[in-house]
C-alpha cells in the first residue's frame, strides 16, 4: 500500500491543521492506521492510532483533548485534525499502516513527512 500524507503548514499557535493520509494500492479495511511525528533531534513518536475495522482510536496523552483522529471509507483516507496548536507540536509528521501495535516497528507502511510548524 502506497500512504499520501498532506496537511502540513505553518500556524500560529492556537490555530489549526487538519492532515490527510490517503492510501492507494489497497484498502485500509484490517489495519491500524497511526500518525507519528519527530522533532529534529529527537525519536519518532505516536501521536494518534486508529483500528480502521472497529473505529477504536488511541491518543497521546500530549494531543488528548486537541487532536482527533477520523476515517473516511469511500476515500480510503485518515484524517488528524490538530487543534489549539502548540509551538512543541512543530515535526514532521508521517502517517503509517499496520496489523498491530503502536510503535514504528509495528507499522509496515510509511507515507511521506508533512511539516507542521506552529510559530509562538
Known amino acids: 500500500v502506497q500512504l499520501q500524507a498532506s496537511g502540513g503548514g505553518l500556524v500560529q499557535t492556537g490555530g489549526s491543521l487538519r492532515l490527510s493520509c490517503a492510501a492507494s494500492?489497497?484498502?485500509?479495511?484490517?489495519?491500524?492506521v497511526g500518525w507519528f511525528r519527530q522533532a529534529p533531534g529527537k525519536e519518532r513518536d505516536i501521536v494518534a492510532a486508529?483500528?480502521?475495522?472497529?473505529?477504536?482510536?488511541y491518543y497521546a496523552d500530549s494531543v488528548k483533548g486537541r487532536f482527533t483522529i477520523s476515517r473516511e471509507n469511500a476515500r480510503n483516507t485518515v484524517y488528524l485534525q490538530m487543534n489549539s496548536l502548540k509551538p512543541e507540536d512543530t515535526a514532521l509528521y508521517y502517517c503509517?499502516?499496520?496489523?498491530?501495535?503502536?510503535?514504528?516497528?509495528?507499522?509496515?507502511?510509511w507515507g511521506q513527512g508533512t511539516q507542521v510548524t506552529v510559530s509562538s
Open positions: 503509517a499502516a499496520g496489523v498491530g501495535g503502536l510503535q514504528p516497528r509495528d507499522f509496515n507502511y
Open positions: 486508529i483500528v480502521w475495522s472497529t473505529r477504536s482510536t
Open positions: 494500492g489497497r484498502t485500509f479495511s484490517d489495519l491500524v
